[in-house]
């Protein structure tokens, strides 16, 4: 069982930076993969970023390339995601996931295992 608990979330002006955390707890572990998916209103869940437990391998969604970044801290067990020059349309909430005993990164909603509650991050123009 493993717990997510995200932060960092909140009212931000467009070209602004934000960093999200995702802690980690429970039975976690040595081989992982964390991501960040968001979920907009109206709009379907969509993946935003995600890092292999070695740091050896990250993705990122196009729309985020150039601007986000992820990030871990496996001492404490959690997954950052450095937000630059966010737009409105970044507009959404924030879920941190969790998969365990990954073969390869996963990308995908139905991959990750546990979820956090979300951190809501709004942009304004």
């Known amino acids: 069982q493993v717990q997510l608990v995200e932060s960092g979330g909140g009212l931000v002006q467009a070209g602004g930076s934000l960093r999200l955390s995702c802690a980690a707890s429970g039975r976690t572990f040595s081989t992982y993969a964390m991501a960040w998916f968001r979920q907009a209103p109206g709009k379907e869940r969509e993946f935003v970023a995600a890092?292999?437990?070695?740091?050896?391998?990250?993705r990122y969604t196009d729309s985020v390339k150039g601007r986000f970044s992820i990030s871990k801290d496996n001492a404490k067990n959690t997954v950052y995601l450095q937000m630059n020059s966010l737009k409105p349309e970044d507009t959404a909430t924030y879920y941190c996931?969790?998969?365990?005993?990954?073969?390869?990164?996963?990308?995908?909603?139905?991959?990750?295992?546990?979820w956090g509650q979300g951190t809501q991050v709004t942009v304004s123009s």
């Open positions: 890092i292999w437990w070695s740091g050896s391998n990250t």
């Open positions: 996931a969790f998969k365990r005993l990954p073969s390869t990164l996963p990308l995908y909603e139905y991959e990750y295992d546990y």
